[in-house]
């Protein structure tokens, strides 16, 4: 795989505020990025993707940005809310199949 | 979004016994799947690539023989944990996507305790 599992880093803010969330990637080749959000206990929700030939996009109160120079990918998270607290992951792909997971952080947001 | 259903959520086996954990795509056809392993406080790791009709793809360091995968429909895939040991109690999650080069939906997960 092109990840290895580490103990979570950590990020905590207070609610309202705006969360920053970064990944480092491994792989120059891969193509299309997703950001997954997963609570305690259960499976990984989907929440934004990007691919390639793009360096930004938006959704609903999230924006994933991707800078390929430095294979560094973010997700930011407009007006966080204590439902916004889980663990969040980055995932990359460049076989158009498999996805390989980055080391996550833990976002706790402070009410 | 595309449904994932995975079952069982939790298993609690003796060491030396085989558990069989299912995951299906409820309102798609997946002629591909994937397993996932996910310890505690740690990310996801890609276990193989199950493929319907086919052999199982297996991530380099993932043992064939111990995680018995296999995929005989297009809508249920099935990963076997042959003679488990506490070493392999951990979060098993599968997900299956829409098509290559698209994203993944995920189960559930299955929280698997040996004993």
């Known amino acids: 795989g092109e990840s290895v599992g580490l103990h979570l880093p950590t990020l905590s803010v207070q609610e309202g505020d705006n969360s920053i969330i970064n990944c480092a990637y491994s792989?120059?080749?891969?193509?299309?990025f997703i950001w997954y959000k997963q609570e305690s206990g259960k499976g990984p929700q989907f929440i934004i993707d990007i691919r390639s030939n793009m360096d930004k996009r938006q959704g609903q109160r999230v924006t994933v940005l991707l800078n390929k120079t430095v294979k560094h990918l973010s997700l930011q998270i407009a007006a966080t809310q204590p439902g916004d607290s889980a663990v969040y992951f980055c995932a990359e792909s460049y076989t158009g199949n498999q996805f390989y997971f980055g080391t996550g952080t833990s976002l706790t947001v402070i009410p | 979004g595309a449904v994932v259903s995975q079952h069982p959520s939790w298993v609690i086996c003796k060491s030396g016994t085989s558990v069989k954990i299912e995951c299906r795509s409820l309102d798609f056809q997946a002629t591909t799947m994937f397993w996932y392993r996910q310890f505690p406080k740690q990310s996801l790791m890609l276990m193989a690539t199950?493929?319907?009709?086919?052999?199982?793809?297996?991530e380099q360091g993932v043992e064939k023989d111990k995680f018995l995968i296999n995929h005989a429909s297009l809508t249920l895939s099935t990963l076997t944990v042959t003679s488990a040991h506490p070493e392999d109690s951990s979060f098993y999650i599968c997900?299956?996507?829409?098509?290559?080069?698209?994203?993944?939906?995920f189960g559930s997960g299955t929280q698997l305790s040996v004993l």
């Open positions: 997900s299956a996507s829409l098509g290559q080069d698209e994203k993944l939906f």
């Open positions: 792989n120059s080749a891969s193509d299309y």
């Open positions: 199950s493929n319907e009709g086919s052999k199982a793809t297996y």
